[in-house]
């Protein structure tokens, strides 16, 4: 299970590698900026989200459809709130 999630985590940061290095403050990234990101940066956003917001104590699973269901909550709550910094989004949709 360890080997797949490192192949899974592997290919995910290889696909969405930027041609320069980038760091993203999400605390200072809006609802707007967020949706106007590649598509790539929104999946690995997501992703960080979806392990930052999970317990300590959760076993190493990644449930691609609930990560699809927090997307499709947090994209509705954005579209509708442009200005709203997006973990006080993703604490409005996503946090458990």
Excluded: H
């Excluded at 999630?5 to 707007?32: E, G, H, M, R």
């Excluded at 709203?84 to 993703?90: D, E, P, S, Y």
Aim: charged share 20%.
């Amino acid at each position: 299970m360890k080997i797949f999630s490192a192949i899974v985590t592997a290919a995910l940061l290889a696909a969405a590698t930027p041609a320069q290095a980038q760091k993203v403050d999400l605390s200072t990234i809006t609802c707007k900026q967020f949706l106007e990101m590649s598509r790539e940066s929104i999946s690995l956003i997501l992703m960080w989200m979806a392990g930052y917001y999970s317990d300590q104590d959760a076993p190493p699973i990644v449930d691609f459809d609930k990560m699809k269901e927090d997307a499709t909550k947090l994209g509705g709550y954005c579209a509708k709130n442009p200005e709203v910094g997006l973990i006080t989004a993703a604490e409005e949709t996503i946090a458990e």
